[in-house]
């Protein structure tokens, strides 16, 4: 199945840290760009972060610039995003993606990146 899983979410007090992991189960996707998109309750999607397939770029919102890291293990077929000093306006459903193609970073940088593939989102609340 073509399908990602997230998990690490809960609920943290404002400055906190959380770990998100993104699993593959039914697939490999250790050739395919990875990202991050958070949606928060009456607002759009929005991108956060994401990984080239080999891990040697990466790029960030920025609004979370210098708090999140972005980070992947091929050989475990895993994404993470560490996130430190978090904010009570991160707060959001938490989205992993992988690229529509494998091999493939846009010009744009990460959130240029075509993404097809999704899982079903972790909830992050952080209490102010």
């Known amino acids: 199945q073509d399908r990602l899983v997230e998990s690490g979410g809960g609920l943290v007090q404002a400055g906190g840290s959380l770990r998100l992991s993104c699993a593959a189960p039914?697939?490999?996707?250790?050739?395919?760009?990875k990202a991050w998109f958070r949606q928060a309750p009456g607002k759009e999607r929005e991108f956060v972060a994401a990984?080239?397939?080999?891990?040697?770029?990466?790029e960030y919102a920025d609004s979370v610039k210098g708090r999140f890291t972005i980070s992947r293990d091929n050989g475990k077929n895993m994404v993470y995003l560490q996130m430190n000093n978090l904010k009570a306006e991160d707060t959001a459903v938490y989205y992993c993606a992988a690229a529509s193609r494998p091999l493939v970073w846009s010009p744009l940088g990460g959130r240029g990146n075509v993404y097809a593939y999704w899982g079903q989102g972790t909830q992050v609340t952080v209490s102010s």
């Open positions: 039914g697939r490999t996707f250790s050739n395919y760009a």
């Open positions: 990984i080239s397939w080999g891990g040697g770029s990466s």
